[in-house]
């Protein structure tokens, strides 16, 4: 079964601190990878998106690596503040548009 | 641009009921796609259309819930009779596809309808 798992499930830490966040696919055929940010009560809004030749890419204080290899990919946040609380979602894509979402890290960064 | 916009934001309705919910996507976007989101399941994709016909409609837990797109600027997503077990954030999304394997189209995201059936 397709399928994105992400760890952790949830993380604090301090504002300024650094952090990263694991995601492990089994989707086939794969096509890309993206990572969602999602604020409480919102819609996930698109950070980063890589295909299976991109090792990585970054969005201002977003870095994500992919590693199709092992079917893996993180996400690292660089120099946090308090408005990166949110809940990150990795997602692949299966085949031509369908979307496989892992159920997501919830970060609090706290002052 | 206005943002793919969904109405109601809220709902409460009793089981039983019908529940229809309602999506205009980004205009000149040709796909648009439904998703429910819990808590226990996260974001599961439901059903999605390519210019406005259904593609995959695979997701659609049971003949209770049926979706359509009339025209390029609206969509419908009705669940008749309603349970409480379909309580979720319903979302939908919009984007523009190029029609490639290789396409790499951001989705954007709607703020949601809370469905909560009692």
Redesign the interface.
Request: aromatic share 10%; glycine share 6%.
């Given at each position: 079964k397709n399928q994105v798992e992400q760890s952790p499930q949830s993380l604090i830490i301090l504002e300024g601190k650094n952090c990263t966040l694991q995601c492990n696919y089994t989707v086939s055929p794969f096509?890309?990878l993206r990572w969602y940010k999602q604020d409480t009560?919102?819609?996930?809004?698109?950070l980063t998106?890589m295909?299976f030749s991109e090792n990585t890419k970054s969005n201002g204080r977003y870095t994500a690596t992919l590693d199709a290899d092992t079917k893996q990919s993180s996400l690292h946040i660089t120099a946090s503040q308090l408005s990166d609380s949110a809940s990150y979602?990795c997602v692949a894509r299966e085949?031509?548009?369908?979307?496989v979402?892992?159920?997501?890290t919830r970060l609090l960064v706290s002052p | 641009d206005a943002g793919v916009i969904q109405s109601p934001r809220h709902e409460v309705t009793e089981m039983g009921q019908e529940v229809t919910l309602r999506c205009k996507p980004i205009s000149g976007h040709n796909s648009l796609f439904w998703y429910r989101q819990t808590m226990m399941r996260g974001l599961e994709l439901l059903i999605y259309f390519n210019n406005n016909v259904p593609i995959d409609d695979s997701g659609m837990p049971e003949d209770r819930f049926s979706a359509k797109m009339p025209n390029a600027s609206f969509s419908t997503l009705k669940i008749q009779p309603s349970e409480p077990r379909d309580s979720a954030v319903y979302f939908c999304a919009s984007s523009l596809y190029y029609g490639t394997g290789a396409s790499v189209e951001t989705q954007y995201f709607g703020p949601g309808t809370r469905l909560l059936v009692l």
């Amino acid at each position: 079964k397709n399928q994105v798992e992400q760890s952790p499930q949830s993380l604090i830490i301090l504002e300024g601190k650094n952090c990263t966040l694991q995601c492990n696919y089994t989707v086939s055929p794969f096509s890309n990878l993206r990572w969602y940010k999602q604020d409480t009560g919102r819609g996930p809004v698109s950070l980063t998106i890589m295909t299976f030749s991109e090792n990585t890419k970054s969005n201002g204080r977003y870095t994500a690596t992919l590693d199709a290899d092992t079917k893996q990919s993180s996400l690292h946040i660089t120099a946090s503040q308090l408005s990166d609380s949110a809940s990150y979602i990795c997602v692949a894509r299966e085949g031509f548009q369908k979307l496989v979402f892992g159920t997501g890290t919830r970060l609090l960064v706290s002052p | 641009d206005a943002g793919v916009i969904q109405s109601p934001r809220h709902e409460v309705t009793e089981m039983g009921q019908e529940v229809t919910l309602r999506c205009k996507p980004i205009s000149g976007h040709n796909s648009l796609f439904w998703y429910r989101q819990t808590m226990m399941r996260g974001l599961e994709l439901l059903i999605y259309f390519n210019n406005n016909v259904p593609i995959d409609d695979s997701g659609m837990p049971e003949d209770r819930f049926s979706a359509k797109m009339p025209n390029a600027s609206f969509s419908t997503l009705k669940i008749q009779p309603s349970e409480p077990r379909d309580s979720a954030v319903y979302f939908c999304a919009s984007s523009l596809y190029y029609g490639t394997g290789a396409s790499v189209e951001t989705q954007y995201f709607g703020p949601g309808t809370r469905l909560l059936v009692l």
